[in-house]
C-alpha cells in the first residue's frame, strides 16, 4: 500500500487562529496576519519563563522595549524603521524564541527558517525583505541593551554577567520592567503596531 505523497511528507506548516496556513520552510506574506504575530508573540516567554515575578515576561513586551530603545536612542525615527525594530524578533510567534546558547549549538538550520520567516513579515508590512545594514545595527545595539535590562531587572543575573554577555553599555536608561499579562501584551503590541503602521 503506498501512502499519497502529502502524507509522506512531515507537516511543514502551522495553522493560525486567523485561518492562515503558514509555511515554515516556505512562507508567504500572504499567510502572515499582525493578529496571529501579536498572539503568538504574548504567549511566548522570554529567558525559557525562568524570570522573576507572577506574570511571564513575553516577546511581545520584548519587542515594545526594543522598540522603545531604537527610538529613543537613534536619529533614524522614520516609521518604517521603527516597525521594523518592533517586529524584530516577529518569526518567534511561530517558532518560539531560544535562548542564545540553544540556537549556537543548532547553528544554520534554524536561522534559516528564521531569516525567511523575518523576510515574509517584512514585505508583508512593506518593509525591504532585507534590511540596510546600519539599521540593523541599530536594532541590535537596542535588543543588546533591552536584554541587559531583563537580564538585571527579571532574570537573576548581576550587572557584571550582563554587561559580560550583552554589552558594556556607557548608558543605562532608568526603565523599570514589569511584566503583564498575555491579553495587555498583545493589546499594547497591537496598539503600537497601528500607530507606526499608517
Same mark, same amino acid.
Given at each position: +500500500? ?13 495553522? +493560525? ?8 520552510? $516556505? ?12 498572539? =503568538? ?10 524570570? !522573576? ?11 515594545? @522595549? &526594543?522598540?522603545? @530603545? ?15 525594530? @518592533? ?6 510567534? &511561530?517558532?518560539? $524564541? +531560544? ?13 534559516? &527558517? ?11 508590512? =512593506?518593509?525591504?525583505? &532585507? ?6 545595527? @541599530?536594532?541590535?545595539?537596542? $535588543? ?23 554589552? !558594556? ?17 498583545? !493589546? ?5 503596531? !497601528?500607530?507606526?503602521?499608517?
Amino acid at each position: +500500500m503506498s501512502k499519497t505523497k502529502e502524507s509522506a511528507s512531515p507537516r511543514a506548516w502551522q495553522r +493560525m487562529l486567523s485561518g492562515r496556513r503558514l509555511n515554515l520552510l $516556505d512562507p508567504s506574506p500572504l499567510d502572515i496576519e499582525i493578529t496571529d504575530i501579536a498572539l =503568538g508573540l504574548s504567549r511566548v516567554t522570554r529567558w525559557n519563563g525562568q524570570t !522573576n515575578g507572577t506574570e511571564p515576561y513575553s516577546v511581545a513586551e520584548h519587542s515594545l @522595549l &526594543v522598540e522603545r @530603545l531604537f527610538t529613543e536612542n537613534s536619529s533614524e525615527k522614520h516609521s518604517k524603521w521603527r516597525l521594523a525594530a @518592533l517586529l524584530h524578533d516577529a518569526p518567534e510567534y &511561530v517558532i518560539g $524564541d +531560544m535562548i542564545s546558547p540553544f540556537k549556537a549549538v543548532i547553528g544554520d538550520e534554524y536561522r534559516s &527558517v528564521e531569516q525567511r520567516l523575518q523576510e515574509a513579515i517584512h514585505l508583508r508590512v =512593506g518593509l525591504p525583505s &532585507v534590511l540596510p545594514n546600519s539599521i540593523t545595527k @541599530l536594532i541590535k545595539k537596542s $535588543d543588546r541593551l533591552a536584554a541587559y535590562l531583563e537580564a538585571t531587572q527579571l532574570a537573576g543575573f548581576s550587572e557584571a554577567e550582563a554587561r559580560r554577555f550583552f554589552g !558594556n553599555f556607557r548608558k543605562i536608561p532608568k526603565i523599570k520592567i514589569k511584566p503583564c499579562t498575555a491579553d495587555t501584551a498583545r !493589546n499594547k503590541f497591537l496598539d503600537k503596531f !497601528n500607530k507606526i503602521f499608517k
